[in-house]
């Protein structure tokens, strides 16, 4: 019986490598064949003079990108055990592949605790979630003076009742979040009276770092976004496309997405928040698609290589 339990635990592991490198490359290959001839133009246009300087520029932003958001997980992991920073480049890129194509990119939960024994999964799942919501936050604290300045700045209306039902709902999630707090979430004995707890037990030096890095990881990446702006032609001061970038990425966070139109959704909030500050729409769908490429794709396949040679964990 443990025999016939082993195989079949080595015919699933087959099965999901082949599930998940499968759908990675064509989700990959569907969203690029997608594109407007016109943007895809443009792009190459403006890749035919790329020089060197370039090239290794954008990659070093997207390589720093990544490069902080391992080292956040490599710190928060060590609540449960010390990894080697190679190993938490194999649970980040290939968290990335899995969850690059599902909705709002949810298979990063479960392919990060496969790295651990049964016994610690649980745990793991708890880091993955403080990992994102900590990113969550850098997004909003840059993100909603941006955006606010975006309303004011363009004079854009926005009828009374939104605001105060968001703010309605705020409250309505937040007490809920009080009277189920000791609720078993979807995970058996996960509830958030026990998250808030083992969030405490991690060192408050530990928190304070993983949020410093979060903030430097959302700085690295509105920076990219701004600086491949001006490569593909786009006349803007850094003053005047500072906030436009970061109420693009408050906006587009909160969207919920599904791997057919996640790519879809973040690129048509680049283009009406742009396009409402006057700006040409071709140059940031080609940026967009350049952010896309370099901090999901290419990453992505990389992980891809590694869920390829992944190994599942004893018991």
């Known amino acids: 019986m443990s025999h016939l339990s082993n195989k079949a635990k080595h015919y699933g592991l087959i099965a999901l490598k082949v599930l998940i490198l499968a759908a990675t490359f064509w989700f990959i290959y569907s969203r690029l064949s997608s594109l407007e001839n016109t943007a895809w133009d443009t792009f190459r246009t403006a890749l035919s003079g790329l020089n060197l300087f370039y090239i290794l520029f954008f990659l070093l932003l997207a390589v720093l990108n990544w490069l902080l958001e391992i080292r956040k997980w490599q710190m928060l992991v060590t609540k449960i055990e010390k990894i080697r920073l190679q190993d938490a480049v194999k649970q980040c890129l290939s968290a990335l592949s899995a969850g690059l194509w599902t909705p709002n990119r949810i298979g990063e939960y479960g392919i990060k605790p496969l790295y651990f024994p049964k016994q610690q999964r649980k745990k793991i799942m ?27 700045r363009y004079n854009i209306e926005v009828p009374a009742w939104k605001p105060l039902s968001l703010l309605f709902l705020i409250a309505a999630m937040l007490m809920a979040g009080y009277y189920f707090r000791k609720r078993q979430l979807l995970i058996q004995g996960l509830s958030l009276e026990n ?3 083992f969030t405490r037990r991690i060192s ?3 928190r304070w770092q993983v949020i410093l890095l979060s903030v430097t990881r959302y700085v690295v990446f509105a920076s990219s976004f701004y600086f491949l702006l001006r490569f593909f032609g786009t006349d803007i001061e850094f003053l005047n496309a500072a906030p436009l ?3 693009m990425y408050l906006i587009a966070s909160v969207l919920p997405s599904f791997f057919f139109s996640e790519v ?10 742009f ?5 040409d729409e071709i140059p940031v769908l080609c940026t967009a698609m350049a952010m ?4 999901f794709v290419l990453p992505a396949i990389i992980g891809a290589f590694f869920v390829g040679k992944f190994k599942l964990v004893s018991q």
């Open 195 to 197: 998250l808030v707890g």
């Open 204 to 206: 408050l030096r530990i």
């Open 292 to 295: 896309w490429i370099l901090n």
């Open 126 to 152: 708890a880091l993955n979630l403080l990992s994102n919501l900590s990113q969550m936050l850098a997004t909003i604290l840059f993100g909603l003076p941006g955006l606010l300045y975006f309303l004011y």
């Open 264 to 273: 879809a959704i973040k690129g048509g909030v680049a283009l009406w928040i």
């Open 275 to 279: 396009s409402v500050a006057g700006y």
């Open 245 to 247: 970038i970061t109420s």
